[in-house]
């Protein structure tokens, strides 16, 4: 390979990443009867859906504009939470799905997830959350397992995906399995389909001027990065008296969350936050009041009244599926939407409906 390194090479002013073991790559295309798919955003979206198309035989091309350790899935804390997403009814589905998957994914040693033990906390007693039911071992603490101040709360274990683990091995498992991934920005949805007869579309955010969607929000979100030390359970709270906080430990470190804002885009960092931040977790977990803070860090969830994920025919020869909007749950819902898109794809090229 060039002085890019192995698996990089530059094509019309594009980085094109592809598997080491290009010729393998070349040949699962060649032999491949399935029509080339276009997915555009390698954010945790866009790669996992490229990991099932591939998976099922699919020559897939890639384009994002930013490079996954640049996207907004790269700031997600992340841990399996439904989190400001919607219609319930469909979220619930997949992030049932994707909690299987993420099971699994804790047996692939460099894959990044663990499921962690924790909390979360309310000022009062509370109904089960819609999506309890999908959650092993899901019930009410007990005083002993709550912060001060907080008198209700459930306990569960969830998979935490650790975002600077889990995107490049997501990223490793998509080349190696023969996609092709390009870091350049579409301008348009019909750009995209001169590149290919069938396209994905996990613009998150982005989808907004691509799609285009004026349907699509930001929802700030700053979180701090601390040192680990012995925080070793997550705490959730969205109902404190200064905002909503959670502590997500992971192998190395702590994410302290956090904010969401509707409509503010601004991507720089708010010391005075960050302090508040802090504070608040603090408040939940004394042992972080001496943790060192290593960084902190602005995304901007990509929100909508309704997960877009559907099918169309902008023209008799060509499909676009949708999958985007995934609001504060994108990691939560990736491998059911993932399934969801394959199934729009196989069934919308054997002319099913769109
Ligand atoms: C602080 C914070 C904490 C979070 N915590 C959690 C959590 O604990 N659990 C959870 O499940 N979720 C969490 N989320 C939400 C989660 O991060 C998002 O829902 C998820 O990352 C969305 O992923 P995506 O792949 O759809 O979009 P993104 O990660 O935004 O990726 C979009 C991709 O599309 C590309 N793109 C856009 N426009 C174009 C174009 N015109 N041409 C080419 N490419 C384009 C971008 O470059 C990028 O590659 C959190 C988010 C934030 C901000």
């Not at 990991?51 to 091309?61: A, N, T």
């Not at 569960?156 to 080349?175: A, D, G, K, S, T």
């Not at 977990?285 to 803070?293: C, E, F, T």
Request: charged residues 25%; contains cysteine; proline residues 8%.
């Amino acid at each position: 390979m060039g002085a890019l390194g192995a698996g990089i090479r530059r094509q019309g002013g594009r980085l094109v990443l592809s598997s080491e073991d290009e010729t393998n790559a070349r040949a699962t295309k060649a032999l491949s009867k399935k029509p080339p798919v276009l997915v555009v955003g390698c954010g945790v979206s866009g790669l996992s859906c490229g990991v099932r198309l591939l998976q099922d035989g699919f020559p897939v091309r890639l384009m994002g504009a930013e490079p996954p350790e640049a996207t907004t899935s790269s700031v997600a804390a992340a841990i399996w939470y439904p989190y400001q997403s919607w219609p319930r009814e469909r979220v619930l589905g997949w992030a049932r799905a994707s909690l299987a998957e993420f099971h699994r994914l804790c047996r692939e040693e460099t894959a990044g997830v663990t499921q962690v033990d924790g909390v979360e906390v309310f000022p009062e007693p509370m109904q089960s959350p819609y999506w309890g039911e999908a959650v092993p071992e899901f019930r009410p603490a007990k005083p002993e397992e709550l912060p001060e101040g907080r008198p209700f709360g459930f306990r569960f274990l969830v998979p935490v995906v650790e975002m600077p683990l889990y995107l490049p091995w997501l990223q490793r498992r998509f080349l190696e399995l023969g996609g092709s991934l390009e870091i350049a920005r579409l301008a348009s949805m019909d750009e995209a389909l001169q590149l290919a007869d069938v396209v994905v579309n996990c613009a998150g955010l982005g989808a907004r001027e691509f799609t285009p969607d004026p349907e699509m929000f930001a929802l700030r979100g700053q979180v701090v990065r601390v040192e680990r030390g012995a925080v070793d359970r997550y705490i959730i709270d969205e109902h404190g008296p200064d905002g909503i906080a959670y502590v997500v430990p992971r192998s190395h470190d702590v994410v302290l969350g956090g904010t969401n804002v509707k409509g503010d885009e601004n991507l720089l960092p708010d010391a005075a936050e960050s302090d508040s931040i802090v504070q608040r977790c603090v408040a939940l977990d004394p042992r972080l009041a001496k943790a060192r803070k290593l960084s902190d860090a602005v995304g901007l969830r990509p929100g909508r009244a309704r997960v877009r994920l559907e099918a169309e025919r902008p023209r008799p020869d060509k499909l676009v599926v949708h999958d985007y909007g995934h609001g504060g749950a994108g990691v939560t819902l990736s491998w059911g939407c993932a399934d969801e898109v394959l199934q729009r794809v196989r069934s919308g090229l054997n002319g099913g409906g769109v």
